[in-house]
């Protein structure tokens, strides 16, 4: 007898539902139960000789849609914040063998921002050596935003601040350095702010400024990529400013082209 796959999604939306799947071969024994939890404490519980053969029990965030589940799957519904948790499925045989498998997944529930990222404090033109001073706020969102700076020279903060009863944040990056030539190219500047969230939300938002005095630079190939890479390296280093990756929500600003 062996557990086979344990398919679990790493991130779930609120409010949405989710399928937790638990394959297994017997192997020639006689199924006795199949048993769900939600760290450490039972849940749900199929077992196939009884009428009905689907037993739930009452756990908070744990919503279970009894008609479309079974021995293999558990449909999960109107998920919440606590709704997060490590599940584990536990299958186990008849006598005389009595075999038990298991295993175990962790599912985070988050609440997605409920507006794009804005960003504030920017001007429409900007002159030799004078300062950019600009903040990126997300919307709100949970689980607490976590950031791992890339470059930290032109970044102040992030703030956080919690706004709602259950706990929902917005986070607050600034943005602050002084204009130089090589931040324009053909005389343009556009800061960008990205708000990403795992595998699961990505929104943006950009600003655009012309620079005073600054003649045109030549025209150079772009590539639309996330390197926003071009044909010389000195550019591409200036348009590859800020960038940020987190395991949660990610709140960056970068200056493209």
Not at 120 to 148: F, H, Q, W
Not at 237 to 249: K, P, V, Y
Request: net charge negative.
């Amino acid at each position: 007898m062996k557990l086979l796959e344990l398919r679990i999604n790493t991130h779930t939306i609120r409010g949405n539902k989710t399928i937790l799947e638990c394959r297994y071969d017997l192997e020639g024994e006689t199924l006795y139960a199949v048993k769900w939890y939600k760290d450490g404490n039972e849940f749900y519980r199929y077992l196939p000789r009884e009428t009905p053969n689907i037993q739930v029990f009452d756990l908070p965030g744990i919503n279970v849609d009894e008609n479309n589940s079974n021995d293999t799957h558990v449909t999960l519904k109107s998920l919440e914040l606590n709704s997060s948790g490590v599940y584990r499925c536990e299958v186990s045989a008849e006598a005389p063998s009595f075999q038990t498998v298991s295993d175990h997944q962790e599912m985070i529930t988050v609440a997605l921002p409920d507006e794009d990222p804005v960003i504030t404090g920017g001007k429409s033109r900007y002159a030799d050596g004078e300062a950019v001073d600009m903040n990126c706020t997300s919307g709100r969102a949970k689980p607490a935003i976590e950031l791992r700076k890339v470059n930290t020279t032109y970044l102040r903060g992030p703030w956080r601040e919690v706004v709602t009863p259950d706990g929902l944040e917005v986070t607050t990056l600034g943005l602050y350095f002084k204009v130089k030539r090589e931040h324009f190219l053909q005389g343009d500047l556009k800061v960008r702010c990205l708000a990403t969230l795992a595998k699961i939300y990505w929104k943006s938002n950009e600003e655009n400024a012309q620079g005073e005095r600054f003649m045109k630079a030549p025209v150079m190939e772009m590539k639309d990529s996330n390197d926003y890479s071009s044909t010389a390296d000195r550019v591409r280093g200036m348009h590859e400013l800020i960038s940020f990756t987190g395991s949660f929500l990610v709140l960056g600003f970068s200056k493209i082209a």
